[in-house]
């Protein structure tokens, strides 16, 4: 595996020291209830390294999108308690992120202490990364960890702005495994390389379709963004979602793989219906799709197809649905390609919020061996950019 060019948690010396961790607990809540804590989870190997390690840390997140102001709905509270449940230790709650009540609770903690500040987004200075807000969070620590790579494409004061005033910087446990596992996939993984690539824009994905056509030998393509491709080829679509204005852009995608000896693979049937919500469907072959229908999942004959190429890849990365699976009628074709993916032998990486859940949904999980918790992050590092987040972390010695 990649090892990170980057400081490390466990480089660190965190006896005693002020640790401010920036983590993701933007978690979905229900009338003041998280209904799903996988994000809380994945940060408890960093928290409770700190804690074993005698530091005294500080925890702050984001959680949903308040406009720059306090909203109650928002606040992290519940989060606080369920970290508590989760660590079976007291989790201490600021009413803020930064002014003189925070400062004196920080000032109070102890070795192994652990403090949970209330949403960074309460205040409009985080997202325009305002150096006089980062100031007043770095002044909070000693050590500042990054463990949020869901928020790593960012450059808010808590992921970027704050790095700026302290002296070290390091990565934590999940972004670590992330940076390691994301970087491998780009530059020492095995051949046959299979990138699956779905989800409903093409806009959305040409820098990471462009990436691949550089690294993957195929690259199979599902969703509402496959009839793009299609009407690049002169296919009838009928109702399908198509991008009309991005047909020229999936042209010239086909071109720039066929000059590079990839496969573009797109679906040879797919599940049609006349709507979302229709009572009836249909499998048709893709170029004979009824005027009056659109596409909304692939057919059997390409879930065949493509679990086929999957069982031979030796590297697989899969980021978006190849269906509307949030509707049981038309998830099967993402069901069946997380199932393929689990069978097989290959390093399989998933990436981006959707490709993850259906993964959950389909009971596979165990058997990825990287399931990114970065949607719009993974998608970014994927395309090859430079994350903010990532890129200001101290470089090891």
């Known amino acids: 595996m990649n090892k990170m060019n980057k400081l490390s948690i466990s480089d660190l010396d965190l006896k005693g020291k002020r640790v401010f961790m920036r983590v993701d607990f933007n978690v979905p809540l229900a009338d003041g209830k998280i209904t799903d804590d996988t994000r809380i989870k994945a940060a408890l190997p960093s928290i409770r390294y700190v804690i074993e390690k005698s530091g005294k840390l500080i925890l702050a997140s984001h959680l949903g999108r308040p406009k720059g ?18 660590l079976a230790k007291q989790v201490q709650f600021a009413p803020d992120c930064v002014g003189p009540e925070v400062e004196k609770m920080v000032a109070a903690l102890k070795p192994g202490d652990a403090l949970l500040l209330e949403n960074l987004r309460f205040h409009a200075e985080e997202e325009k990364n305002d150096p006089g807000f980062a100031k007043q969070l770095a002044a909070l620590c000693d050590v500042y960890i990054n ?7 960012r450059a808010h004061a808590s992921t970027a702005g704050v790095v700026a005033y302290v002296k070290q910087a390091a990565a934590g446990f999940l972004m670590q495994k992330e940076i390691e596992s994301l970087t491998y996939a780009l530059t020492k993984a095995e051949k046959p390389y299979v990138a699956i690539v779905g989800g409903a824009k093409i806009s959305d994905k040409i820098e990471l379709v462009e990436n691949f056509i550089n690294i993957a030998n195929n690259i199979l ?39 590079k000896n990839v496969a573009i693979e797109l679906p040879v049937d797919h599940v049609v219906a006349p709507g979302l919500d229709s009572a009836t469907s249909q499998v048709t072959p893709v170029d004979r799709t009824p005027a009056d229908q ?38 099967q074709g993402t069901f069946a390609i997380a199932r393929a993916i689990a069978e097989s032998k290959a390093f399989s990486i998933v990436g981006g919020g959707d490709s993850a859940a259906a993964v959950a949904q389909s009971g596979m999980e165990s058997r990825i061996t990287h399931i990114s918790t970065g949607g719009g992050a993974t998608l970014e590092f994927l395309s090859g950019r430079k994350l903010p987040g990532v890129e200001v972390l101290t470089d090891k010695p």
């Open 69 to 86: 102001k306090p909203e109650p709905k928002y606040s992290l509270k519940p989060v606080a308690a369920q970290l508590a449940e989760l």
């Open 147 to 153: 463990d949020a790579f869901g928020a790593a494409h």
């Open 294 to 331: 659109m596409g909304l999942d692939i057919g059997p004959e390409t879930i065949r197809r493509y679990s086929e190429i999957i069982s031979r890849a030796k590297t697989i990365v899969w980021n978006g649905p190849m269906g509307v699976f949030e509707n049981p009628k038309f998830a």
């Open 221 to 259: 393509i599902g969703g509402a963004m496959a009839y793009t491709f299609f009407r690049a080829k002169g296919l009838a679509t009928g109702k399908s979602l198509v991008e009309i204005d991005k047909i020229d852009l999936a042209k010239d995608l086909l071109a720039k793989a066929s000059q």
